[in-house]
């Protein structure tokens, strides 16, 4: 199908950016890898009037990593992240999941702040973000503000983003080398969306977990974090005994819809099995 109409404009910096954006009171979209965009444009579910092509800006690609974590540009594709090595050890969780992103040719192309933008419920990126407390830096015409990832989602494709704000970097918090991490996604084909998926990682104090997180992804409207399940790790040995109790905690914890890919409650077990599995490889 052929896209609608619309302007294009391509800036070379971020306040040119938002200066179009601004300009055109709701009716301009960013354009980051066009994989999600694009298609959305050809089925009409979007009809922007102005298309800000974000591709110039450079400052919005880099993979900064520092003491105080992982800050990854907005627009750092998955293929940038799995190329960068560095990556698999300050931030293995991120790596692993980006790992079952979409295909090789969509890994080109799709980014980082397009797919946080987007918000679909079973997108890995959002949910590394909420399972890690990342931060979501944007810029608007009014300033730039930093969000935490638990409030960015607020429905499917929908986020606490407003028209005129564009995403410019998500900070993922340090990684201790010693920390424990799973992650674990359930799809029909290789690169499809997940029907369900587990994040999460844990600390270790003498033989016992603590400061567990565990993100949930593709069970509700947007990603989860299920408190019921670290509340069960923290301060437990991951024993058969605790994954088995993690496991009905994180059953028990979402209440997912029926769609025409899976009944909610196929979706309910899946994610306690998820979980399961996540904590099996984390032990290991
Ligand atoms: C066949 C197929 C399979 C896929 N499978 C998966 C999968 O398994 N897992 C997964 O996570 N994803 C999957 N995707 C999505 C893909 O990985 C992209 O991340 C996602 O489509 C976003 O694409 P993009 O970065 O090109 O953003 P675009 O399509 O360019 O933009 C998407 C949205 O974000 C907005 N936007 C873009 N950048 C910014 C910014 N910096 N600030 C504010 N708003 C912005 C745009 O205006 C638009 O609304 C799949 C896509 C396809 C086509």
Wanted: aromatic residues 6%; charged residues 25%.
């Amino acid at each position: 199908m052929k896209l609608p109409p619309f302007e294009y404009a391509c800036p070379t910096s971020v306040s040119e950016a938002v200066a179009l954006l601004a300009s055109h009171d709701g009716e301009a979209k960013p354009l980051a890898g066009g994989q999600s965009l694009v298609p959305m444009m050809a089925f009409r579910v979007a009809s922007p009037a102005l298309i800000v092509d974000l591709r110039k800006l450079a400052e919005l690609r880099q993979i900064k990593i520092t003491d105080d974590g992982v800050a990854l540009g907005a627009m750092v594709r998955w293929r940038d992240i799995l190329d960068d090595t560095r990556l698999r050890t300050a931030h293995p969780l991120l790596v692993a999941a980006i790992g079952h992103v979409a295909h090789y040719q969509i890994r080109n192309r799709g980014t980082v702040g397009g797919s946080m933008a987007h918000a679909d419920p079973a997108a890995e990126m959002p949910g590394i973000a909420v399972a890690c407390e990342a931060k979501i830096a944007v810029v608007g015409k009014s300033g730039s503000r930093v969000i935490d990832a638990g409030d960015f989602f607020e429905g499917p494709l929908m986020t606490a983003l407003k028209a005129d704000e564009i995403i410019t970097e998500i900070r993922l918090p340090a990684w201790p080398a010693k920390r424990r991490f799973g992650f674990q996604e359930f799809a029909r084909r290789r690169g499809d969306f997940a029907m369900a998926a587990a994040a999460l990682f844990y600390d270790e104090d003498g033989g016992t977990a603590r400061n567990a997180h565990v993100g949930a992804i593709g069970v509700a409207d947007t990603p989860l974090r299920l408190p019921a399940v670290e509340q069960v790790l923290n301060g437990n040995a991951i024993d058969d005994g605790i994954v088995a109790k993690a496991e009905a905690a994180a059953s028990a914890s979402v209440d997912p819809a029926d769609d025409i890919h899976a009944s909610g409650a196929y979706r309910k077990a899946l994610i306690g099995v998820m979980v399961e599995r996540a904590l099996k490889s984390a032990a290991t």
